[in-house]
C-alpha cells in the first residue's frame, strides 16, 4: 500500500489526538509507502489547533490546518485540495474502525477499478459493537434519509471511505455543512454514477449518544439539500438511463 493521503477532520479533539500516535505506529506495522497524514481543525475551542501544530512540527508527513468555522465539509474540501496524493483516506480520530478496512480497500480498488470504497455499518456482514441508544438513533436516520431521498440510500453514509480523488471530481462542489457533507458525498457518488464498492468493517464505538442539537441540524441540512438546485440536477442526470 502505498502513495496515501490520510485526512482527519477535527472537532474539539484534544483528548483523543493522542490515537494518532497509534496511527502512525499501524502504518509503520503495515509498511505503507508514501503516505501522508492531514490534520483539520475545524471550529474547535479547546486546545485541538495546538495539538495538531505540535505534532506537524514533530512529523515530517504530517500537515496541519485550522479554520475558523464548525464545517466537517470544508474542512474535508480543504484537505482534499492540500493532500498531494490522489488516493484520499477519510478517517476517525476515535479508533472505533477497524484499520485494515484500509488496505483491503486498496486492493480492491485496483483490482476492480472502483472510484470509491466505503466502510458502512449497516454493511450485513459487518461486526458492530456499539451502545444501544447508538444503534437506535442510527436506524432512525438511516429510516428517515430513505424517506427523503428514497432508494438511492441504500446503506449507512456516514462511514470511513477511500477515494481517487481524479475520478471524485464532484467533492468540490459539496457544501460546506458541518453535519451533512457525507451524505452529500454517498448521494453524489449515487446520483452521478461513480462506480463504487461497500465492504464490511469492524467497529467498537463507545460514544453514548448525539445531542438533540445536532439531530436537529442534520434534519435540517438535509431538507434543505433535498430541495436544492444541485440535487435536482444530479436526479436528473441518475434518471436518464
Not at 47 to 74: C, L, P, W
Amino acid at each position: 500500500m502505498k502513495n496515501i493521503s490520510f485526512l482527519f477532520p477535527l472537532y474539539n479533539e484534544e483528548k483523543r489526538i493522542e490515537n494518532i500516535s497509534n496511527f502512525i505506529n499501524w502504518i509503520k506495522e503495515n509498511k505503507i509507502e508514501n503516505y501522508e497524514i492531514i490534520l483539520i481543525s475545524n471550529g474547535s475551542t479547546d486546545n485541538t489547533k495546538e495539538s495538531i501544530s505540535e505534532y506537524e512540527k514533530k512529523y515530517s508527513f504530517i500537515k496541519a490546518f485550522n479554520i475558523t468555522e464548525k464545517s466537517r465539509g470544508k474542512s474535508l474540501k480543504l484537505g482534499v485540495e492540500k493532500s498531494k496524493y490522489d488516493l484520499i483516506a477519510i478517517c476517525a480520530i476515535d479508533n472505533a474502525w477497524d484499520l485494515n478496512f484500509y488496505i483491503k480497500s486498496y486492493k480492491l480498488m485496483y483490482e476492480g477499478g472502483y472510484s470509491v470504497i466505503f466502510g458502512p455499518k449497516t454493511h450485513e456482514k459487518s461486526e458492530v459493537d456499539r451502545p444501544i441508544l447508538r444503534k437506535v438513533i442510527s436506524v432512525i436516520s438511516s429510516l428517515f434519509l430513505k424517506i427523503l431521498f428514497g432508494d438511492i440510500v441504500d446503506q449507512d453514509t456516514q462511514c470511513i471511505r477511500i477515494f481517487k480523488k481524479k475520478e471524485i471530481t464532484f467533492y468540490k462542489n459539496l457544501s460546506n455543512n458541518n453535519l451533512f457533507s457525507d451524505v452529500e458525498f454517498f448521494l453524489f457518488t449515487k446520483l452521478l454514477k461513480t462506480k463504487y464498492l461497500s465492504i464490511p468493517v469492524k467497529i467498537k464505538d463507545n460514544k453514548g449518544t448525539v445531542s438533540i442539537k445536532m439531530m436537529f441540524y442534520f434534519v435540517f441540512n438535509a431538507i434543505l439539500f433535498r430541495f436544492s438546485k444541485e440535487y435536482k440536477i444530479a436526479l436528473e442526470t441518475y434518471k436518464k438511463d
